[in-house]
């Protein structure tokens, strides 16, 4: 199956300081990719999806200028934590879509702690 | 609203029974469906998907889903728990390609020795 690479897996960074994760897809083209967040114990929430090229596309509630979102390749598409919080400790997840394609497939998530 | 619906937070099965993990949606027209695993402090790892046809599809490590259309439903089974299957299970919805996909909450399977 495809193959969505997520890096780093772990990170832990201070108060105010900025955190960059990458998503890679290794064996297909995304033209899509989509970002979540996963509280302890609960479903995936839906932070954005990005298509290459272009904006991505924010759902409400979550800060475009907080959560930068990079789709600048078809193999690789970056969030930015700006100005991190220890409210912003959680796990983040990403998933890549190809043209014509139905499922996703998920990279490996990155379990960011803010101190 | 577009939405999915695993009605059970927590599956316990004991090893070498037969398992079912439930779900139902309402999304209209005809969406693509899936289900996903995930161990802890991982990704998701895709299962299998319904997209047209057969309604009974079969997927990795054994398990398969039955595509009821008249009853919105897309329940996981496999014949025979292993240990090994104890995780977090999503199912999901997309309504058509190049569309979010929308997950249920997550059902956690406890297949007990």
């Known amino acids: 199956g495809a193959v969505v690479s997520q890096h780093p897996s772990r990170v832990i960074c201070k108060s105010g300081t900025s955190v960059k994760i990458e998503c890679r897809s290794l064996?297909?083209?995304?033209?899509?990719m989509f970002w979540y967040r996963q509280f302890p114990k609960q479903s995936l929430m839906l932070m954005a999806t990005s298509n290459e090229g272009s904006k991505a596309t924010y759902e409400q509630g979550v800060e475009k200028d907080k959560f930068l979102i990079n789709h600048a390749s078809l193999t690789l598409s970056t969030l930015t934590v700006t100005s991190a919080h220890p409210e912003d400790s959680s796990f983040y997840i990403c998933s890549a879509s190809g043209q014509g394609g139905t499922e996703a497939f998920f990279g490996q998530g990155t379990r960011l702690t803010v101190v | 609203a577009q939405s999915v619906a695993q009605p059970e937070d927590q599956v316990n099965v004991a090893e070498g029974n037969p398992l079912t993990v439930k779900c139902t949606y309402s999304v209209s027209g005809n969406p693509y469906l899936f289900w996903y695993v995930q161990y802890p402090n991982r990704g998701l790892q895709f299962l299998l998907k319904y997209i047209t046809g057969d309604n009974l599809v079969k997927g990795s490590y054994g398990f398969e889903a039955e595509f009821n259309k008249s009853q919105t439903s897309f329940h996981l089974k496999k014949p025979s728990a292993l240990v090994s299957d104890s995780a977090l299970y999503f199912c999901a919805v997309r309504p058509n390609r190049d569309d979010k996909i929308i997950f249920g909450k997550g059902t956690r399977l406890h297949i007990l020795p």
């Open positions: 064996d297909f083209q995304a033209t899509t």
